[in-house]
């Protein structure tokens, strides 16, 4: 049995997540996992064990994070042989006697070159300590996987290739775009890499299926590739990723991957045995694919030219809050436009003013959401306020700002006159298009909520007097969808305690999930705004539902867009949308739109429906 003799011939599958495992069996995410193989050798074992029941027939080794640079944040920088070779053996016995490779897992430094010497890390000497140890345990190759750094990875090859002359597969975590931080295009990262020797290059994590398909297009077929996508976006809650992804869309989107010439597909983080189970199902049979037509990479555009004063500016006006309107027995409409990921800015102020005129009260723009880049909200809420007279409503991440830089954002919103503002946890960078990203997490949504509140009595957090009271009007979230109603109930209960004035929800596409909602939450006494999303084909919905956290679209809404493209795929989701927003209006005082990747003309007539029935 030769594993590259194999690629050529059939699609072999991998296995799933190692961590997201453990972390359901309870383990922190804190945890150690790669001390695991030496403390808890048996739940290792029954993970590989799981994944060869599956019909995995590559199993990596737990071992990832077993360098010497990872290991000493916990203390065991003088065990790495001890844990790779245990990691190796682990997986081996479980493979023994079973048509099974076993790769050794082998993840980055997370150091530059520069920071190395700073910290007097030798990069070679670790990578030989951890791979050789890997291969001493009885690895039948090399996977190195999740790396960002195209040198780092080139040097690890290296390394490897001096070592052992085993197969190695060489695995970067690229955004859809097809660029590394570095700027380097992943087409000459896997050019130059398939020189330095590496027999298999592949993509894995950063973005679910639908995001690592969109790359796969762009890419030559010049050798053999593999394919780890997520389970999309996961959930952070409690210390935990929980992914949402079906086993039948992670299973259709391996053949999917197969069609553009993928010829290992497995799971990075979230995939489970049932995962694999439907992945090796649907490509068996499937033959690798020798021949296709590449696509040319999607290059955003760039204009140097002034932007166009399509809308004339208007002198900003005092803010009337949402609030007050509510008081005054007006409906509503709180609208969602995210900030775009390009300077490109035109169609997103034509978008609000269309919004606007529709009759929504504010613009909500999101801060870099599942922890993407994205113009500044701040920036943008300032222009909408201050050159086109509209009201923003700003979200504010925990995730990229210590203390000292959310105060200072929010002073600068105070000094501006932006009122509005809807404190967040906020994605963990590692999920998102940056996951070397250091995620900071000084506060949380609740705790950010009662600084707020602390500025709107004239105090800092370090009690320090701001000699004005600021006069912020602060949000918070709330998730009908959840699998335990109860538990998000009592955690808006929390928010409200810590100075929440109104709510804004997940997108519902339910309307008996709407009056739920409003029987478990009419007596705490606060506006909601229930999210509507104008669904705008069936691919969406089932992106929607398998991709990102906290969305969950009822079978019967799903089938009703099945198959539905263009303008079919709009009308029925824009009636879908309708259905929902006459049973919010019928309960609450008001709705937030959720504008669907700028189509800002669905949200807009569904603006003019609400307008239409709350007047």
């Given at each position: 049995?030769?594993?590259?003799?194999?690629?050529?011939?059939?699609?072999?599958?991998g296995?799933?997540?190692?961590?997201?495992?453990?972390?359901?069996?309870?383990?922190?995410?804190?945890?150690?996992?790669?001390?695991?193989?030496?403390?808890?050798?048996?739940?290792i074992?029954?993970?590989?064990?799981?994944?060869?029941?599956?019909?995995?027939?590559?199993?990596?080794t737990?071992?990832?994070?077993?360098?010497?640079v990872?290991?000493?944040?916990?203390?065991?920088?003088?065990?790495?042989?001890?844990?790779?070779?245990?990691?190796?053996?682990?997986?081996?016995?479980?493979?023994?006697?079973?048509?099974?490779?076993?790769?050794?897992?082998?993840?980055?430094?997370?150091?530059?070159?520069?920071?190395?010497?700073?910290?007097?890390?030798?990069?070679?000497?670790?990578?030989?300590?951890?791979?050789?140890?890997?291969?001493?345990?009885?690895g039948?190759l090399?996977?190195?996987?999740?790396?960002?750094d195209?040198?780092?990875?080139?040097?690890?090859?290296?390394?490897?290739?001096?070592?052992h002359?085993?197969?190695?597969?060489c695995?970067l975590?690229?955004?859809?775009?097809?660029?590394?931080?570095?700027?380097?295009?992943v087409?000459?990262?896997?050019?130059?890499?398939?020189?330095?020797?590496?027999d298999?290059?592949?993509?894995?994590?950063?973005?679910?299926?639908?995001?690592?398909?969109?790359?796969?297009?762009?890419?030559?077929?010049?050798?053999?590739?593999?394919?780890?996508?997520?389970?999309?976006?996961?959930k952070?809650?409690?210390?935990?990723?929980?992914?949402?992804?079906?086993?039948?869309?992670?299973?259709e989107?391996?053949?999917?991957?197969?069609?553009?010439g993928?010829?290992?597909?497995?799971?990075?983080?979230?995939?489970?045995?049932?995962?694999?189970?439907?992945?090796?199902?649907?490509?068996?049979?499937?033959?690798p694919?020798?021949?296709?037509?590449p696509?040319?990479?999607?290059?955003?555009?760039i204009?140097?030219?002034?932007?166009?004063?399509?809308?004339?500016?208007?002198?900003?006006?005092?803010e009337?809050s949402?609030?007050?309107?509510?008081?005054?027995?007006k409906t509503?409409?709180?609208?969602?436009?995210?900030?775009?990921?390009?300077?490109?800015?035109?169609k997103?102020?034509r978008?609000?003013?269309?919004?606007?005129?529709?009759?929504?009260d504010?613009?909500?723009l999101?801060?870099?959401?599942?922890?993407?880049?994205r113009?500044?909200?701040?920036?943008?809420?300032?222009?909408?306020?201050?050159?086109?007279?509209?009201?923003?409503?700003?979200?504010?991440?925990?995730?990229?700002?210590n203390?000292?830089?959310l105060?200072?954002?929010?002073?600068?919103?105070a000094?501006?006159?932006?009122?509005?503002?809807?404190?967040?946890?906020?994605?963990?960078?590692?999920?998102?298009?940056?996951?070397?990203?250091?995620?900071?997490?000084?506060?949380?949504?609740?705790?950010?909520?009662?600084?707020?509140?602390?500025?709107?009595e004239?105090y800092n957090?370090?009690?320090?007097?701001?000699?004005?009271?600021?006069?912020?009007?602060?949000?918070?979230?709330?998730?009908?969808?959840?699998?335990?109603?109860?538990?998000?109930?009592?955690?808006?209960?929390?928010k409200?305690?810590?100075?929440?004035?109104?709510?804004?929800?997940?997108?519902?596409?339910?309307?008996?999930?709407?009056?739920?909602?409003?029987?478990?939450?009419?007596?705490l006494?606060?506006?909601?705004?229930?999210?509507?999303?104008?669904?705008?084909?069936?691919?969406?919905?089932?992106?929607?539902?398998?991709?990102?956290?906290?969305?969950?679209?009822?079978?019967?809404?799903?089938?009703?867009?099945?198959?539905?493209?263009?303008?079919?795929?709009?009308?029925?989701?824009?009636?879908?949308?309708?259905?929902?927003?006459?049973?919010?209006?019928?309960?609450?005082?008001?709705?937030?739109?959720?504008?669907?990747?700028?189509?800002?003309?669905?949200?807009?007539?569904?603006?003019?429906?609400?307008?239409?029935?709350?007047?």
């Amino acid at each position: 049995m030769d594993f590259l003799d194999e690629l050529q011939h059939r699609i072999l599958p991998g296995d799933g997540a190692m961590g997201t495992l453990l972390m359901d069996e309870g383990f922190p995410l804190e945890t150690c996992f790669e001390e695991l193989c030496i403390s808890r050798p048996e739940r290792i074992t029954a993970i590989h064990d799981a994944y060869i029941a599956a019909g995995a027939r590559v199993i990596e080794t737990n071992s990832f994070g077993a360098n010497v640079v990872r290991l000493e944040k916990h203390g065991l920088g003088n065990r790495v042989n001890e844990i790779n070779w245990t990691a190796a053996q682990l997986a081996k016995s479980a493979a023994k006697g079973k048509p099974v490779y076993v790769a050794g897992s082998v993840g980055p430094l997370g150091l530059t070159e520069e920071q190395a010497i700073e910290r007097g890390v030798n990069r070679k000497a670790a990578y030989m300590e951890q791979v050789g140890a890997l291969l001493d345990g009885g690895g039948n190759l090399v996977f190195f996987e999740t790396f960002l750094d195209f040198d780092e990875l080139a040097l690890a090859l290296e390394v490897k290739q001096s070592l052992h002359h085993c197969p190695v597969i060489c695995s970067l975590a690229c955004p859809p775009e097809g660029r590394l931080p570095s700027g380097m295009l992943v087409t000459d990262a896997f050019h130059q890499l398939r020189e330095l020797g590496a027999d298999v290059v592949g993509l894995n994590c950063v973005y679910g299926p639908s995001g690592l398909h969109r790359l796969l297009e762009t890419l030559p077929l010049d050798g053999p590739l593999a394919a780890y996508p997520n389970a999309g976006h996961p959930k952070y809650h409690d210390g935990r990723f929980i992914y949402y992804m079906t086993p039948d869309y992670f299973a259709e989107s391996g053949k999917a991957f197969v069609a553009q010439g993928a010829n290992l597909v497995g799971g990075c983080c979230g995939p489970r045995p049932e995962h694999i189970a439907a992945l090796v199902e649907a490509v068996k049979g499937l033959h690798p694919v020798t021949e296709k037509p590449p696509h040319p990479p999607r290059r955003a555009e760039i204009s140097i030219r002034e932007p166009e004063a399509f809308i004339p500016p208007v002198a900003p006006a005092e803010e009337e809050s949402i609030l007050d309107r509510v008081a005054a027995g007006k409906t509503v409409i709180v609208t969602e436009l995210d900030p775009p990921k390009t300077l490109s800015l035109e169609k997103y102020f034509r978008g609000a003013k269309v919004l606007t005129e529709a009759g929504s009260d504010a613009i909500t723009l999101a801060d870099n959401s599942l922890a993407i880049l994205r113009v500044s909200n701040f920036a943008l809420g300032a222009m909408l306020k201050q050159q086109y007279g509209i009201m923003p409503l700003l979200h504010l991440s925990c995730r990229d700002r210590n203390l000292l830089g959310l105060q200072s954002e929010l002073l600068g919103m105070a000094a501006l006159g932006m009122r509005h503002v809807l404190p967040l946890t906020g994605d963990p960078a590692k999920v998102g298009d940056h996951p070397a990203a250091a995620s900071v997490y000084d506060v949380n949504s609740i705790d950010l909520m009662k600084i707020i509140s602390r500025l709107n009595e004239g105090y800092n957090y370090a009690g320090k007097s701001i000699r004005t009271c600021t006069r912020f009007v602060i949000g918070c979230t709330f998730n009908p969808n959840a699998r335990n109603l109860d538990a998000q109930v009592s955690r808006l209960k929390r928010k409200i305690a810590a100075g929440a004035q109104y709510v804004m929800t997940q997108p519902v596409f339910d309307p008996a999930l709407v009056e739920e909602t409003a029987r478990r939450t009419a007596e705490l006494g606060v506006p909601i705004f229930i999210g509507v999303w104008p669904l705008l084909n069936g691919r969406q919905a089932e992106f929607l539902h398998n991709e990102v956290p906290g969305i969950v679209i009822p079978d019967r809404v799903r089938a009703a867009m099945a198959g539905k493209e263009g303008a079919d795929g709009l009308a029925a989701g824009l009636e879908i949308g309708r259905e929902v927003c006459r049973a919010v209006l019928d309960h609450f005082p008001g709705v937030y739109l959720i504008t669907p990747f700028l189509t800002y003309e669905a949200t807009a007539e569904l603006a003019h429906f609400v307008r239409g029935r709350g007047r």
